[in-house]
């Protein structure tokens, strides 16, 4: 995204930006609310050192089809309500 860019520009950059860092090798991942990032005392973070392999297969392969975006705030998902916050189509992060 470029300080020179309209909203509508920005907008289309972010999510290309997104879709690109998704199908790239690394891939692009959101945490649920409420989901530990850094070990505590407590509570270790879900980010560990085991084998991801299954989860990152079944991620790819597996994946169920996005919802539809729904106007009930109850039935929203994490990414609909960030892809709304943030002003990109909902669809972009309907995959992650």
Same mark, same amino acid.
């Given at each position: 995204?470029?300080?020179?860019? &309209?909203?509508? %520009?920005?907008?289309?950059?972010?999510?290309?930006?997104?879709?690109?860092? =998704? $199908?790239?090798?690394?891939?692009?991942?959101?945490?649920? %609310?409420? &989901?530990?990032?850094?070990?505590?005392?407590? &509570?270790?973070?879900? =980010?560990?050192? *085991?084998?991801?392999?299954?989860?990152?297969?079944?991620?790819? =392969?597996?994946? $169920?089809?996005?919802?539809?975006?729904?106007?009930? !705030?109850?039935? +929203?998902?994490?990414?609909? !309500?960030?892809? *709304?916050?943030?002003?990109?189509?909902? +669809?972009?992060?309907?995959?992650?």
């Amino acid at each position: 995204m470029r300080a020179r860019s &309209t909203p509508d %520009q920005a907008r289309i950059e972010l999510e290309t930006q997104i879709q690109h860092q =998704f $199908q790239s090798r690394i891939g692009y991942r959101l945490l649920s %609310q409420g &989901t530990p990032t850094n070990n505590t005392g407590r &509570t270790p973070s879900t =980010f560990g050192r *085991e084998d991801e392999a299954s989860t990152t297969f079944a991620a790819v =392969f597996e994946r $169920q089809a996005g919802g539809v975006p729904s106007d009930d !705030w109850l039935q +929203k998902t994490d990414c609909q !309500w960030l892809a *709304e916050l943030i002003g990109i189509d909902p +669809k972009v992060l309907s995959a992650v």
